[in-house]
């Protein structure tokens, strides 16, 4: 049994989807929330956040979603955090292709604000098995 | 978990930001897709297009804006199409990507939970105009005035309030109207939004409101929101954008029903299928022997067709073949219905020609969505292909297939409808004097002249350059030249507005009665001739074709 989800570290180029993110995950879910602007930002900061798990937007300029998660899977001590992919393209040979380089599960965007906390929750609860 | 009432408050004030900042978001794609189709094939700049709108798709529904997420998915879509050939982008597919850019301005104040007011339009023949009430509160008395005029022109009714406490007044007694409101008053700089919050406030339906302003910052666009603005209009802009937004802003009305012909041998299943399909509000016909499909297809011209397989005669699928040999049909979706499970079979029957197999028996409930989605999806498909770019009017092609219809019709239920066809008076010198983007506007100005006043079963296209043709459905030659003729009237007053100064456009138009000629291609050489009739007997007049 995993612990309860607490620590999420936030990744997404977009400040205004950034800040209504930031309502769903901390006003609605409750969550401890920390925000990243860009993939080189969030491998700065994940060492010092120490997040149980990892939203990560697939499309950003300079360094994606995929590329993010590849260097974040060479730092030894995040080999097997969970990651969770948000992105606009939700086809299915899409989604499997996540799933194969290694996410958990891929949330659809646009989200609903008001479901994105219970959304990530159930994810995060399956993957208990 | 933390208050509700809190949480919705910042939601609605993080959507009110987004909603002040779609107009900005807007016109960088469309300013950087302009540059980028002036150059060669740009990788870099494509993908950054393609970034900016893929951020919509990604952000839209979150912001209480739907049907933005829906449109930029389908330009993302077409843009990655066009990416993935790396080959600039030709004619076509650039007139196609504009297009669907001007469609995310349409669906940008498509905003759920503040539904824009849909101003009820009058559905009279040939009606003088169409009522649409607008109530301008401007303190500027010139501007007003001048709005005024400009509005009456295009059948606005329009009320002019120079004073807030007036305006207060008379919004109480009035059930719906279309406010065009400027921001600062003498008494208050920020009267107009202040005052639009108080009138807001009291209303279950919230009034549409554009606000007039002359200062363009960002804090006045988001108080402009936050008072349920739907658009937000800089005063120095050009009237006739001011108009283009009213236009999306009251026509919208209701689609008219799907239309679906029924092909099948058996009555007892083509009345149980056109009876599911009327329930959920479309539009049937029913045809028992497909050797006489041709008439009830050219006539009622259906949005999608259900064939039986197995019929007496001609197979489905041979039918399936015979109708996309007609070029008004070569996309049109065709479903067969059959009690066939043979995968194979399916198949080869798509191959000729079906675009879906729905088997026997069908549930209600399945029939209904896969019509509705394939009819859906089909013209949103066909809007790009018979639509206008400029004007959003029916092109060439789309209008002559409209008039073979009309004619048909018309010939069958020995009714007159009447042809014409309209040109603009020396426009080419409009265009080499004041360019080509005021050509456009002059243009579009006459589209919208036309589009208003034709009621439903009139059509209107742009025939090429600065031609139009217009059907008049039921309408005898005299009524037409009338009609016409005000409409003309009307065109030659408007004031045209170019590098500060104004000028006004006439236009000639020739008119032909069906009821007098043999077919559609004799009534359009007749209406031409008449046209050029009236460009010789001296321009800005009427000319009814004589009897062939």
Known sequence: MTDKLNRILYVEDEPDIQMVAKLALEMVGGFTLEVCSSGAEALEKIAVFQPQLILLDVMMPGMDGPTTLGKLRELPSFATTPVIFMTAKVQPSEVAEYKRIGALDVIPKPFDPMTLASQVTLVWERSDG | MADQTELLAKLKALSDDYAAQLPDKLAQIETHWEQLSKLDWDEQGFQLLHRMVHSLTGSGKTFGFPALSDAARNLEAFLKQIAESEAVPNEEQSKQIHSMISVLHQVAIKRDGAPVGVVAVAQEPHSELRSRRIFVVEDDEGFAASLKTHLGYFGYDVSVFHQL???????????????????????????????????????????????????????????????????????????????????????????????????????????????VLEQAGMTTFVVNDPLVVMSPLLEFSPDLILIDMYMPGCNGMEL??????????????????????????????????????????????????????????????????????????????????????????????????????????????????????????????????????????????????????VILADTDGVAALKFLNVIREDFSRLLHQA?????????????????????????????????????????NQVALANKG
């Open chain 2, 165 to 275: 406490e007036e305006f207060r007044q008379a919004i109480a007694h009035s059930s719906e109207a279309v406010i065009l409101m400027d921001v600062s008053f003498p008494e208050d700089s920020w009267g107009g939004v202040h005052v639009m919050q108080e009138v807001q406030a009291q209303r279950e339906v919230p009034l549409p409101v554009i606000f007039l302003t002359s200062n363009d910052a960002f804090q006045s666009r988001l108080e402009a929101v936050r008072a349920g603005g739907i658009a937000y209009f800089n005063k120095s802009l050009n009237v006739s954008s001011l108009i283009d937004k009213l236009d999306d802003l009251t026509s919208i009305q209701p689609a008219a029903p799907y239309r679906v012909l029924i092909v099948d041998d058996s009555p007892a299943l083509t009345e149980y299928y056109a009876a």
């Open chain 2, 320 to 469: 399936a073949k015979v109708i996309r040999q007609l070029d008004a049909f070569v996309s049109i979706p065709i479903v067969f219905l059959s009690a066939e499970k043979d995968l194979d079979k399916q198949l080869s029957a798509m191959d000729l020609g079906g675009d879906d197999f729905l088997t026997k028996p069908i549930q209600p409930q399945h029939l209904v969505s896969s019509v509705n989605s394939r009819i859906r999806r089909s013209l949103m498909l066909r809007s790009f292909m018979v639509r206008d770019s400029l004007t959003g009017l029916l092109n060439h092609t789309a209008i002559k297939d409209q008039l073979s219809r009309e004619v048909a019709r018309a010939k069958r239920q020995k009714s007159h409808s009447c042809f014409a066809m309209v040109d603009i008076d020396f426009f080419k010198k409009v265009n080499d004097t004041y360019g080509h983007p005021v050509g456009d506007r002059v243009i579009k100005s006459l589209s919208r002249l036309l589009k208003q006043r034709l009621r439903d079963n009139d059509s209107v296209g742009r025939y090429g350059g600065e031609e139009f043709a």
């Open chain 2, 499 to 539: 590098e500060g100064t104004d000028f006004s456009v006439t236009f000639s138009c020739g008119v032909a009665d069906v009821t007098d000629f043999a077919d559609a291609s004799e009534l359009g050489e007749a209406a031409d001739k008449a046209l050029y009739q009236a460009k010789h007997a001296g321009r």
